[in-house]
């Protein structure tokens, strides 16, 4: 069973800055069925990336997303204010499984 | 616009069931794959079951093996998770979600709905 561990579990940064979330399998996974979803409070998960590295139509391109084997790293570049929420990780499995990672907060510093 | 609409959410008392269902709007259902996440309050998120295009296959987490059937009626667009058994760690949010593909191959979730909660508490 894979597990996908996140980090940091909250980080506090402003607007403006360079934002890097990391998300850590327990053995390597294939990159092609890595993903990231934001969550918003009260708001249902938005998929963001998919591919490790590829950017859902429409979302910034702030946003971007790399990594191979067992680790991967989201990266927002230049945060806005609407970038504050919470940032998971998932992978696909063949049984098949969907893991997520525990999530990152990202809050306002 | 592709919208998915849960409803049937509630409270029940451990050890009953409740039916919930997804009505889906804005995209050709019958093509993708359909799955159910759930969402315990302010936990993360957990795969729960999915069911191929055309109904033929299903699969589903270990926690809700043999007490969750996912089911879907593509001639009225909708979706629908029968659980039974219900226990307290039931408690979540449940979100139905479009997988990209019609068989599941592609591995995400690219559309979600709105959520419907679900408590189990006497």
């Known amino acids: 069973e894979i597990v996908l561990t996140q980090s940091p579990g909250t980080l506090s940064l402003s607007p403006g800055e360079r934002a890097t979330l990391s998300c850590r399998a327990s053995?390597?996974?294939?990159?092609?069925?890595l993903a990231w979803y934001q969550q918003k409070p009260g708001q249902a998960p938005r998929l963001l990336i998919y591919?490790?590295?590829t950017r859902v139509t429409g979302i910034p391109d702030r946003f971007s997303g790399s990594g191979s084997g067992t680790d991967f790293t989201l990266t927002i570049s230049r945060l806005e204010p609407e970038d504050f929420a919470v940032y998971y990780c998932q992978q696909y499995g063949s049984s098949p499984v969907y893991p997520f990672g525990q999530g990152t907060k990202l809050e306002i510093k | 616009q592709v919208q998915l609409v849960e409803s049937g959410g509630g409270v029940v008392q451990p050890g009953g069931s409740l039916r919930l269902s997804c009505a889906a709007s804005g995209f050709t259902f019958s093509n993708f794959a359909m799955h159910w996440v759930r969402q315990a309050p302010g936990k993360g998120l957990e795969w729960v079951a999915l069911i191929w295009y055309d109904g033929s296959t299903e699969f589903y987490a270990d926690s809700v093996k043999g007490r969750f059937f996912i089911s879907r009626d593509n001639s009225k667009n909708t979706l629908h998770l029968q659980m039974n058994s219900l226990t307290a760690e039931d408690t979540a949010v449940y979100y139905c979600?479009?997988?990209?593909?019609?068989?599941?191959?592609?591995?995400?979730?690219?559309?979600w709905g709105q959520g419907n909660l679900v408590t189990v508490s006497s």
């Open positions: 053995q390597s996974v294939s990159r092609s069925y």
């Open positions: 979600a479009r997988d990209p593909s019609s068989k599941a191959t592609a591995g995400r979730f690219d559309y």
């Open positions: 591919g490790a590295s």
